[in-house]
């Protein structure tokens, strides 16, 4: 069996990420697995622009943000084991592998898990009728498009105005496509405005919200789908029903962490974010064992992710070389308005901690209380809340001292 | 004229309006000075990156990425997808390799290579 200091399950740009961190902060045998053929995980596909903007302060496309983090690996000589799919990890971190030269097994001081997310596929939804050719997850079609240079359809219809679906919009338009139209079956995108405006609006695409598909035409290829509104339990109302023509249905329907591995190992998660609970350094439950990026909670701006995992690269290089990751514990928890807080627990009072949460809905103005107990430790105001825009606080020492066993964030609505 | 546009400098997302002629633009709703630049770029002169892939000539099983490397007007979109379907390249291409020099007023940088 082969040691190492530190086993990074994923080469995405959070495995990447924690991998350069880890080593930086003096835990020189470090090792990335991946099962792709390069690193770079979903970055590969992603070819529009706007990556970058918050860390590097430039704005790249997916390749080029991917790029420069495998050349900070490259330069530290960190191996990136590719083509090698991790099929076990056990909570005193081996961790099995399947690879081209056959079944590796890797004795870690500790294990980041960077595995990153699928989508949610059609079989999720219960869409009812036939199954036609031409429906496709929204990131299938991009990657047949961006890295394998096909034509994916030429009428198409879009369930989903998250991020992925909105691009991808914009992408089927500029090869040629005709984009009928993007539904949305709550009453607000989840998508970036910035993605609105330049992937829908620029090209006339309509957004149909309180909108889904329920129906799925067509025998061999999909020949339409019918459309309608929803009622308040987002069931289909009949006579909103109605048909539009089309080859092709993207869907763009959330996205869930790929955390069966973790799962197996026996580490405790959060039944919201659909990842592991962690402390601030991103350690999980079982010691030596961290969780990074989208693994650990769905991110909507890389750049978010390589700052995450920065942490838990530097929090695995400290439990590796025994520097004690201090156990005061103080568990956060969501309070109205909130769905979920992360990180799930606070083990160390003397530093700056930041929390990030989610809201429930969109809403206007609001201010962001951080309690504990009746003692209103700080408070945010913010001129607009959304769901889809990840919301952070951080926390001094001074604060987190006064803080008794638990923390709460809640928003309260402002005139 | 009268327009309205969702501002996206920030995450805010302002409805911005604007009114007025050729030479004299007013913005209204916007929260900070950035919003009203915003505003009068995209009434008078609206750019975009493009990005796109190109087939390798060479190369069955990969695409090459690329991009403006600055923006280009928004009404170009289009006629530079269309010069970038009839674009092949040669590998090895490498990240930020030019591919072409001027394409609406940008060049064509290499974004993913083909080895």
Redesign the interface.
């Known amino acids: 069996m082969m040691h190492y200091d530190i086993v990074v399950v994923g080469g995405g740009p959070a495995g990447m990420a924690a991998a350069v961190a880890a080593y930086d902060a003096g835990c020189t045998r470090v090792v990335i697995l991946d099962r792709e053929p390069q690193p770079g995980g979903i970055l590969m596909q992603c070819i529009h622009n706007g990556f970058g903007l918050h860390k590097l302060g430039r704005e790249l496309t997916g390749p080029e943000y991917a790029d420069i983090y495998a050349q900070e690996v490259a330069r530290r000589a960190i191996p990136v084991l590719t083509e090698t799919t991790v099929t076990n990890i056990t909570p005193d971190r081996v961790v099995t592998a399947q690879s081209r030269h056959g079944i590796v097994k890797l004795q870690a001081g500790a294990v980041i898990l960077a595995m990153g997310c699928r989508e949610r596929s059609r079989g999720a939804l219960r869409i009812c009728g036939t199954r036609p050719a031409g429906i496709y997850s929204a990131g299938t079609a991009q990657k047949l498009i961006n890295c394998m240079g096909y034509h994916v359809g030429k009428r198409v219809v879009i369930l989903g105005s998250g991020d992925i679906g909105l691009i991808m919009a914009r992408r089927m338009t500029l090869e040629g496509a005709k984009v009928e139209a993007v539904c949305e079956v709550m009453p607000y995108s989840g998508g970036l405005t910035r993605n609105l405006v330049q992937c829908l609006e620029d090209f006339d695409i309509p957004l149909y919200l309180n909108t889904t598909v329920a129906e799925v035409h067509g025998q061999k290829r999909l020949e339409g789908v019918t459309i309608a509104q929803v009622d308040g339990q987002r069931r289909p109302i009949p006579e909103t029903r109605r048909f539009i023509p089309c080859d092709t249905l993207l869907l763009s329907v959330g996205l869930i962490p790929e955390n069966e591995l973790t799962r197996a190992a026996g580490v405790p998660m959060d039944p919201i974010t659909g990842g592991a609970l962690v402390d601030e350094h991103c350690q999980t439950q079982i010691p030596g064992i961290f969780a990074c990026g989208n693994v650990l909670q769905v991110h909507d701006l890389v750049d978010y992710v390589s700052e995450e995992a920065e942490r838990a690269g530097a929090g695995a290089a400290a439990f590796v070389r025994g520097s004690a990751l201090l156990n005061t514990s103080i568990n956060t928890q969501p309070g109205n308005g909130v769905r979920y807080v992360l990180p799930q627990t606070i083990t160390d009072t003397t530093r700056d901690v930041s929390l990030f949460f989610r809201v429930s809905h969109p809403m206007g103005k609001v201010r962001c209380t951080v309690r504990s107990g009746a003692d209103l430790l700080t408070a945010l105001p913010r001129p607009r809340v959304a769901p889809g825009e990840m919301e952070r606080i951080t926390l001094s020492p001074d604060l987190l001292r006064r803080a008794g066993d638990t923390i709460t964030i809640e928003l309260e609505e402002l005139p | 004229m009268t327009r309205e546009?969702?501002?996206?400098i920030c995450?805010?997302?302002c409805r911005l309006c604007v009114e007025g002629g050729d030479n004299r633009l007013t913005v209204r709703g916007n929260?900070c000075p950035r919003g009203e630049q915003y505003a009068i770029a995209e009434c008078t002169n609206p750019l975009?990156?493009?990005?796109?892939?190109l087939?390798v000539s060479n190369r069955c099983?990969?695409?090459v990425?690329v991009?403006t490397e600055s923006p280009v007007p928004?009404a170009a979109?289009?006629a530079v997808?269309e010069r970038l379907h009839q674009t092949t390249v040669t590998a090895p291409v490498s990240?930020g390799d030019i591919v072409m020099d001027d394409l609406f007023g940008s060049r064509i940088v290499v974004?993913?290579g083909a080895i």
């Open positions: 546009l969702t501002c996206i995450p805010k997302g929260a975009r990156t493009v990005t796109a892939v087939r099983d990969t695409m990425c991009k928004k979109m289009f997808m990240i974004t993913k």
